[in-house]
C-alpha cells in the first residue's frame, strides 16, 4: 500500500515522461527504486500527527459516550423516582 | 442506516481498549510490519511511523465495531424479553419439573 502510494507520489514529483495511463500499477518502467536511507520527513510527521490526533478523538469520544450513559442513567432513576 | 443509532448511546460505553479494539489494533501494526517484510526492510525498526498510524486506525476501527456489536446484541436481547413478557404463556415453568436426582438411580459404590 506505502510503496503503491509512494510510487503515485513520485510520477507527481518528478518530471518523468507521462505513466502509462494504469492507476496504481508497479511497472519496473516507471517506478524508481525506494530509497529507505533518507526518510521523507514530511510524511513521517503527517503520520505521527495524524496517531495523534485520531488518539485524542478517541479518548474524547470514549469519555463523551461515558458522560452521556451517566447522564442517561442519572436521567432514567430520577424519573422512577428510586433510590 | 445510522451505524450508531442514538438509543446505543443509553448503552455503557465499552472500555477504551476492548477485545475488539485491541485485536484490530494488533492487525494493523501486523499489517505495517508484513509491509516492511515485503519492502526487505528491517522488520521492526523500520517505519515506526506507519506501524503506529495503522495500529492507531486499528484501534479507532474496533472500537466503533465493538459498540456496534453490543447495540446489536443489547437490541435483541431486548426485543427477545419483550417477546417472553408478551407470550407468558408459552413460558410458563412447568411444575412437575423432575431434579435430575431423581431421575438417577442411587448410587451403590463397588468395591
Known sequence: ?83 | MVFLPDESRSLPPPPLLNKGSVWLGFAGWMSALLDNAFNHRPVFGAGIHRQVLLATLGCVVGYHLVKRAEYVHAKVDRELCEYIRHHPEDFRRSTGKKRIGQLLEDFQPVR
Open chain 1, 1 to 83: 500500500m506505502a510503496a503503491g502510494l509512494r510510487a503515485v507520489r513520485r510520477w507527481g514529483l518528478v518530471a518523468a515522461p507521462p505513466p502509462p495511463s494504469l492507476a496504481f500499477t508497479r511497472s519496473a518502467f516507471v517506478v524508481k527504486k525506494a530509497n529507505n536511507a533518507q526518510p521523507n520527513w514530511l510524511r513521517v510527521g503527517l503520520a505521527f500527527g495524524t496517531s495523534a490526533a485520531l488518539w485524542a478523538l478517541l479518548i474524547k469520544q470514549h469519555n463523551e459516550d461515558v458522560t452521556e450513559y451517566e447522564r442517561r442513567k442519572a436521567r432514567a432513576h430520577q424519573c422512577r423516582q428510586c433510590s
